[in-house]
């Protein structure tokens, strides 16, 4: 079984952009580097890993240089990009192949992503909040059993944010098709027909509404209550959900949930989960 043993999160300090106080609830913190929000998040861990994957969707980890994160965090770091938004799961997906084909015992995963400007952070119409959550990964019984991780490939708006407007259009209008399909993909390689809740990525509820119904999904096992309080967390905030209801016991003990992140542009990332 392989299992996430520990976990933690750092969310942004609801710092006010530009010294206006325009977005009270979303978690952003303009005053630290990413660098020092992963090296807080890292400090909750209680065991050292065989090395440690950085995930992160921004393309450049503004801050970074100079900083000597593997003497800071005790262990060889290697950084993840592309997969805009679904790449904590690509290194999810690896570290368990890893540990299975035992080239590492045991794995550290942090989904890191935050903004620098008033620009990044309305992405889209979309508010984006700062935080980092991270994972320890590792062959045996722990809090959360990894029963599948799988990414979904098929690009639509190739350029991101620089595609031309009508294959964005296309993407949002196509997102909640492909949604269901990597849902009914990951429920298949897994061997199972459903999952208790599903934790989502993106503020949007409305791409959740009409996966719901496409998916023949209840709306109400879809996790996204908190939303308005985190914004937009990238590559890391179905993560950030599943373990905050785990928390408060809205998830619980042998429930799983699906864990999905829609990456812009045409990826998608979905990972399974049971609380043990």
């Known amino acids: 079984m392989i299992s996430i043993t520990e976990y933690a999160y750092e969310i942004g300090n609801k710092c006010p952009i530009n010294g206006h106080d325009i977005i009270k609830s979303v978690p952003i913190d303009n005053f630290r580097q990413l660098s020092d929000m992963i090296f807080e998040c890292n400090k909750h861990f209680s065991t050292v890993p065989d090395i440690i994957y950085i995930a992160h969707s921004i393309p450049f980890a503004k801050g970074m240089t100079g900083k000597k994160l593997p003497e800071l965090l005790g262990a060889p770091v290697l950084w993840l990009s592309g997969l805009p938004c679904s790449v904590t799961h690509m290194a999810i997906k690896i570290a368990v192949s890893q540990i299975k084909k035992h080239t590492h015992k045991r794995v550290l995963v942090f989904g890191a992503d935050k903004a620098y400007s008033d620009q990044e ?27 599948n991780s799988q990414l979904d490939i098929f690009l639509i708006a190739s350029e991101g944010e620089n595609s031309e407007p009508q294959s964005i259009q296309k993407y949002r209008d196509t997102l909640p098709l492909f949604l269901r399909d990597a849902y009914r993909r990951c429920l298949s390689e897994a061997g199972l027909e459903s999952v208790d809740f599903i934790a989502p990525h993106t503020p949007n509820r409305v791409v959740w509404d009409v996966f719901a119904k496409l998916a023949d999904v209840d709306r109400n096992t879809i996790l996204d209550d908190d939303i308005i309080q985190t914004g937009h967390f990238n590559s890391n905030d179905s993560f950030y959900h599943y373990f905050t209801h785990c928390e408060r016991n809205i998830i619980n003990p042998e429930q799983t949930a699906m864990l999905i992140n829609p990456g812009f542009g ?4 979905c990972t399974i989960l049971r609380r043990k």
């Open 121 to 147: 952070r309305r992405f889209f119409g979309t508010v984006m909040g700062d935080a980092v959550v991270g994972m320890m990964i590792e062959d045996g019984d722990g809090l959360h059993e990894v029963i």
């Open 266 to 269: 045409g990826t998608r990332g």
